[in-house]
């Protein structure tokens, strides 16, 4: 049996402590991965005058599978998003956040378990048409949304919907006025959902989604929009069940895939090993999902619930006092 490679982009900020936390966790339960180590963001940029560098994303051609930790674009400096720049230069069309509810967060909600699929390549993210006109008094984007991309970010969801056994999914739209590209998602969309006769499709549009999310999140189990409308909901999701630190993401291709932490790199407590790892050690466990390694996602997943259940060694934002080592030894001592 080959050893399966992973590409691992620590990222910046406190990426690098909590991407060490996650490679712990994986080495513990027994996942013999060899890991190639690149470099993106401010730290590649300080490296090789690069945000991107060409090493980096041939690793990630390379080995199909990337961990990595936030990274850090330079804000209005002409830089474009680097995750953009992947999803695209990848085309990771499917982005993937699940949450679920972890007794002893402070979360506000109980037994929430949602998964927002959100298409990731299209819409107002396509970075099409972008003008600021010169006297600045004028900006214009467009957004851009293709059949071809709405058939299968909606397959993908009614896809997964099948295989976890879920029995619900919600369409968030906004075609009562974006008639034109929302339009065409839910028309397409509608097509798509008629071949899963079996599992309940709800149309909603997306700012009563927003108030039913808050007031009675338990009624969502699958989520499937556009991009900018997920990129809203997946956070909000993040919100019920204690925050971002508690939410991970997969940006998921044909042949490649990205596991990631949604969060930012919080420079502030940088290096001050304050941060809580679950965001990126549950990355962990969607990679592991998807590389069909379950039971050894599934060890994971018990050892982090137990240690938030307990308040053993729980970081601040969980309501602790303790720091990212601490946190991550709990979950060690647990597998």
Do not use: W
Not at 178 to 184: Q, W
Not at 228 to 233: E, K, V
């Amino acid at each position: 049996m080959t050893t399966q490679t992973i590409t691992v982009i620590k990222g910046d900020g406190i990426g690098p402590s909590i991407v060490d936390a996650a490679l712990a966790v994986l080495d513990k339960v027994g996942c013999n991965f060899n890991y190639e180590f690149v470099d993106a963001g401010l730290t590649a940029l300080e490296k090789t005058g690069e945000l991107l560098p060409a090493a980096t994303i041939d690793a990630i051609a390379r080995n199909k599978i990337t961990l990595k930790g936030p990274l850090t674009t330079p804000v209005g400096e002409g830089f474009t998003s680097i995750n953009v720049t992947l999803r695209k230069k990848f085309n990771l069309y499917s982005n993937v956040r699940p949450v679920v509810s972890f007794k002893g967060t402070k979360a506000r909600y109980e037994n929430i378990d949602i998964v927002t699929v959100r298409e990731n390549t299209e819409g107002m993210y396509s970075g099409a048409g972008q003008v600021v006109k010169n006297d600045g008094e004028l900006a214009e984007a467009m957004s851009v949304v293709t059949r071809e991309g709405s058939e299968r970010i909606v397959e993908f969801a009614y896809q997964l919907a099948r295989r976890e056994n879920r029995k619900k999914v919600t369409i968030v739209h906004k075609a009562n006025i974006l008639k034109s590209t929302s339009g065409l998602f839910l028309k397409t969309a509608r097509t798509v959902a008629a071949r899963y006769p079996e599992i309940q499709t709800v149309e909603m549009i997306v700012d009563n989604a927003c108030m039913q999310l808050v007031m009675n999140p338990q009624q969502f189990d699958v989520i499937v929009t556009t991009n900018l409308f997920g990129d809203i909901l997946s956070d909000l999701c993040a919100g019920l069940v204690g925050g971002l630190g508690m939410a991970p993401g997969a940006n998921i291709g044909t042949d490649c895939a990205i596991f990631e932490a949604v969060h930012g790199s919080a420079p502030d407590i940088a290096g001050k090993n304050l941060a809580n790892p679950s965001s990126v050690i549950l990355a962990s466990v969607q990679m592991l999902d998807y590389l069909g390694m379950q039971d050894k996602a599934q060890k994971i997943l018990a050892a982090v619930k137990d240690v938030i259940a307990t308040g053993d060694r729980t970081t601040r934002d969980l309501g602790g006092t303790h720091g990212t080592t601490d946190f991550t030894q709990a979950v060690l001592e647990r597998l």
